[in-house]
């Protein structure tokens, strides 16, 4: 099955709990000098929709964006529990982040974010650029002159170096091989009862840095680290969308 399917592990991934959601929404304001009051936001990738919660319950607009129905199914089931109130200013689209058709206006949002190792991510049966440079496209068309992009993935180089081919986690066999040929890393996570399959390409700080330029983002700050550590492989690009 996809990772992102129903029952995905990610849905109780150990490390997102909403004081490190909180945390990371905190560490973005201070690498963007602060988001302002009611901004626009944009979550390409959102997941279970942890990031757009917590902007809207901060008083921001925010959308997210996932082709995976069973992730915005839990962010709309999240939503209902927190407060109906929110359901004005969260929103959530099953879709790729790189089409033009999510109901956007252009240069509209004052940020985009793209987090967690949801740039470059292949488990979708979606074309390999769906989730890198037409993403990227996608978000120079709605990002405002002068607006921000936030992207957060693991960096190539620290990833291979400390990778585990395979390990136990509980009852989970999960085994990882990274293929030289794709930079794609796969990684099996096995239980008795299903199977997840995640595949994700990997890139260098500069790799990103390029993608980023080449679609309208000059590289404002690169910082070799997670917006809140750990995981210790990952890095943060942040961009600011050119006149
Ligand atoms: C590792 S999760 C990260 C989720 C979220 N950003 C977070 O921080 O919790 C990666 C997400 O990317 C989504 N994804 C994969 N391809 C995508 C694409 N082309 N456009 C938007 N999201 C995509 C997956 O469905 C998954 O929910």
Not at 83 to 107: M, N, Y
């Amino acid at each position: 099955m996809n990772f992102f399917d129903d029952g995905s592990p990610y849905l109780s991934h150990p490390l997102l709990t909403p004081d490190r959601t909180s945390a990371e929404i905190d560490r973005i304001g201070e690498l963007i000098d602060g988001l302002a009051d009611h901004s626009l936001v944009v979550d390409l990738g959102c997941g279970f929709g942890r990031h757009c919660l917590e902007l809207a319950s901060r008083g921001h607009h925010a959308v997210g964006i996932d082709p995976s129905a069973a992730m915005i199914a839990a962010a709309e089931a999240s939503r209902a529990a927190l407060s109906s109130s929110l359901e004005g200013t969260a929103r959530f689209i099953v879709g790729s982040a790189d089409t033009t058709e999510l109901g956007l206006e252009p240069a509209s949002a004052d940020l985009a974010v793209c987090l967690f190792t949801t740039f470059g991510q292949r488990s979708q049966s979606l074309p390999p650029s769906a989730s890198t440079t037409d993403l990227l496209q996608a978000a120079a068309r709605f990002v405002k002159p002068g607006g921000w992009l936030v992207v957060e993935v693991p960096d190539r180089q620290r990833t291979i170096d400390g990778l585990v081919t395979s390990e136990q986690l509980g009852p989970t066999a999960v085994s990882r091989r990274f293929d030289d040929d794709t930079g794609v890393l796969h990684e099996r996570f096995e239980n008795p009862t299903s199977t997840f399959d995640l595949a994700y390409e990997l890139f260098s700080a500069n790799e990103l840095e390029d993608l980023l330029e080449t679609a309208g983002f000059a590289t404002a700050q690169v910082v070799p680290a997670a917006l809140v550590p750990p995981p210790p492989t990952f890095m943060t690009v942040v961009g600011r969308r050119q006149s």
